[in-house]
Nanobody
Framework: QVQLVESGGGLVQAGDSLRLLCTAS????????MAWYRQGPGNQRELVAS???????NYADSVKGRFTISRDHAKNTMTLQMNSLKPEDTAVYYC???????????WGTGTLVTVSS
């Protein structure tokens, strides 16, 4: 099993920066891919950014150049540095982890990011 806990959300103004942190516990050594998803008001959950165990990254077009995903294997953490935030970035942000060895994925409970105009 893997447990994920997000932190770092809050209320900011457009143009501000925010850093989200996901802390993993449990069977973390077998985590392959980790990712951030978000779900805005009235929207479906969407992929924001992902990172593989060897550091390969992928970003949604809407956040490219503004958001940076990173991972610290020693601390079992993943971060999302969000710069130049826009009101449309307002959403609940979820941490996700995959363990391909058991073909399972895990979710955190989410952290709310609100960007005011």
């Amino acid at each position: 099993q893997v447990q994920l806990v997000e932190s770092g959300g809050g209320l900011v103004q457009a143009g501000d920066s925010l850093r989200l942190l996901c802390t993993a516990s449990g069977s973390t050594s077998t985590i392959n891919r980790m990712a951030w998803y978000r779900q805005g008001p009235g929207n479906q959950r969407e992929l924001v950014a992902s990172i593989t165990s060897d550091g390969g990254t992928n970003y949604a077009d809407s956040v490219k150049g503004r958001f940076t995903i990173s991972r610290d294997h020693a601390k079992n953490t993943m971060t999302l540095q969000m710069n130049s935030l826009k009101p449309e970035d307002t959403a609940v942000y979820y941490c996700n982890a995959e363990r391909s060895i058991v073909k399972r994925e895990y979710w955190g409970t989410g952290t709310l990011v609100t960007v005011s105009s």
